[in-house]
């Protein structure tokens, strides 16, 4: 029985984990969040294939950028600092891919016509610039975390965006939809303690989840003002991991466990946004805000779910993991950007800069093992953008930003032990305008 419990508690240690879908916190690009990801009004091309994909069809983009953030976290118990506690926040090392385009630009699909002109495809997706994919449970992680502050390192997400646009003289109308991808990995665990073999085999395949994320905007555009209105709306994921443990000993089943746990809740949000600003021939200045409503009380599960246990005695000895009390929050953000056109020959210089806050959603920290806290983010970007050679058409943009999360302190007082930081974030963007 010792052993029996010891391989069955590895077994689900070894599957647990809670993830966030990367994008609600790095935004979908670095032109993004050099200002602040305020993207339901002001997002263009394929960055809006996340953030509104009715705009997808605002800009034809091709894109590649980099994501890098360290978490720099403060613990501390009984009052002593705990220098070799490990990264609650794991480093996040992505990258981005996109790519937004019309339809009729797909010439070896379809024919050209106005239509097909007013209606866009958007592609976006985040790679683990580590090498995996998928990684189950958090081996580097020695304080546990929360559904939205886990390891992003090793998730796979996509997004898939169509968009249209309705133009009325000096007024566009755009509708859009689109879908997010997780990727998750079903873990199955089988055991053999049976003199003449002892063996531990842990086998598992990927499936993809997938969520819908939908939008609107309206675009007011003169010759020296322009003005958007935007809302979107996402559907939740929650995965959950079926989990297999067959223990046998001496060619008789000793224990079959079939159980699930919560791996990765994107919530569902609400929220609208505008943005405007002026231009001319030489200048552009826009400015935005959104307003969001993270639905983080539809999380009612507990995190462990048995659903079939032989013998039934095990039960009793079974680990079990139940979500703390979470509550819906309000995500605010706002942002300004600058475009400032042949400032040096025929480049031009982008700057932006923005602001974001994202209260915890969790009500009580106290006598949880779980990691948050409200995050301030301050962010900003500078770049340039020039024509492209003569092979590529259009315009090229490159974009350095980042960006510096702060943790408020977090007490926990029946530990003595308080967790607070700061999350630098450094990106940078090659785009392709056509």
């Given at each position: 029985m010792r052993s029996i419990k010891i391989v069955l508690i590895l077994s689900l240690a070894f599957a647990y984990g809670t993830y966030a879908d990367p994008f609600d916190?790095?935004?979908?690009?670095?032109?993004?969040?050099?200002?602040?990801?305020?993207?339901?009004?002001?997002?263009?091309?394929?960055?809006?294939?996340?953030?509104?994909?009715?705009?997808?069809?605002?800009?034809?983009?091709?894109?590649?950028?980099?994501?890098?953030?360290?978490?720099?976290?403060?613990?501390?118990?009984?009052?002593?600092?705990?220098?070799?506690?490990?990264?609650?926040?794991?480093?996040?090392?992505?990258?981005?891919?996109?790519?937004?385009?019309?339809?009729?630009?797909l010439s070896f699909i379809f024919e050209k016509s106005n239509v097909l002109d007013n209606i866009s495809l958007g592609v976006s997706a985040a790679l683990p610039?580590?090498?995996?994919?998928?990684?189950?449970?958090?081996?580097?992680?020695?304080?546990?975390?929360?559904?939205?502050?886990?390891?992003?390192?090793?998730?796979?997400?996509?997004?898939i965006g169509l968009s249209g646009r309705i133009p009325?003289?000096?007024i566009r109308i755009y509708?859009?939809?689109?879908?997010?991808?997780?990727?998750?990995?079903?873990?199955?665990?089988?055991?053999?303690?049976?003199?003449?073999r002892d063996l531990l085999g842990i086998d598992g395949f990927l499936k993809l989840l997938n969520g819908f994320l939908g939008g609107v905007a309206f675009e007011l555009d003169q010759e020296t003002f322009f003005l958007r209105f935007g809302a979107v709306i996402r559907t939740p994921v929650?995965?959950?991991?079926?989990?297999?443990?067959?223990?046998?000993?001496?060619?008789?089943?000793?224990?079959?466990?079939?159980?699930?746990?919560?791996?990765?809740?994107?919530?569902?949000?609400?929220?609208?946004?505008?943005?405007?600003?002026?231009?001319?021939?030489?200048?552009k200045i826009s400015v935005g805000a959104d307003i969001?409503?993270?639905?983080?009380?539809?999380l009612k599960l507990p995190l462990l779910k048995i659903q079939e246990v032989s013998p039934e005695e095990i039960r009793g000895i079974l680990p079990s993991h139940s979500t703390p009390e979470f509550q819906d929050v309000i995500v605010i953000k706002?942002?300004?950007?600058t475009d400032i056109y042949d400032i040096i020959g025929e480049a031009d210089i982008l700057a932006g800069a923005g602001v974001s806050l994202?209260?915890?959603?969790?009500?009580?920290?106290?006598?949880?093992?779980?990691?948050?806290?409200?995050?301030?983010?301050?962010?900003?970007?500078?770049?340039?953008?020039?024509?492209?050679?003569?092979?590529?058409?259009?315009?090229?943009?490159?974009i350095l930003s980042g960006g510096i999360q702060m943790l408020s302190k977090k007490e926990f007082s029946d530990t003595q032990t308080s967790i607070e930081g700061t999350l630098p974030i450094i990106s940078g963007t090659l785009n392709v305008l056509f």
């Open positions: 916190f790095y935004c979908s690009g670095p032109l993004a969040r050099s200002i602040g990801c305020t993207g339901i009004a002001l997002s263009e091309g394929y960055e809006s294939t996340y953030l509104n994909p009715a705009l997808i069809s605002s800009k034809n983009k091709l894109g590649i950028g980099y994501i890098f953030a360290s978490q720099n976290v403060d613990v501390s118990l009984q009052n002593q600092k705990l220098e070799k506690i490990g990264n609650p926040l794991e480093n996040v090392s992505l990258l981005h891919l996109g790519a937004s385009l019309r339809l009729s630009d610039a580590t090498g995996r994919a998928v990684r189950v449970g958090t081996s580097d992680t020695k304080i546990p975390s929360t559904p939205m502050y886990g390891n992003r390192n090793t998730r796979l997400s996509t997004y009325l003289d000096n509708i859009g939809g689109g879908v997010h991808a997780l990727a998750r990995l079903n873990i199955f665990v089988d055991a053999n303690l049976s003199p003449d929650q995965t959950e991991i079926p989990t297999e443990v067959n223990v046998n000993i001496a060619g008789e089943t000793a224990l079959k466990l079939v159980a699930s746990l919560i791996e990765h809740y994107t919530p569902t949000y609400f929220g609208g946004g505008i943005g405007g600003g002026i231009k001319s021939s030489s200048l969001l409503q993270y639905k983080f009380t539809d706002g942002g300004l950007s994202f209260p915890s959603p969790l009500k009580s920290q106290n006598g949880t093992l779980f990691v948050d806290s409200d995050r301030l983010t301050i962010s900003g970007g500078l770049g340039t953008r020039f024509k492209s050679p003569g092979i590529v058409k259009g315009e090229i943009e490159f």
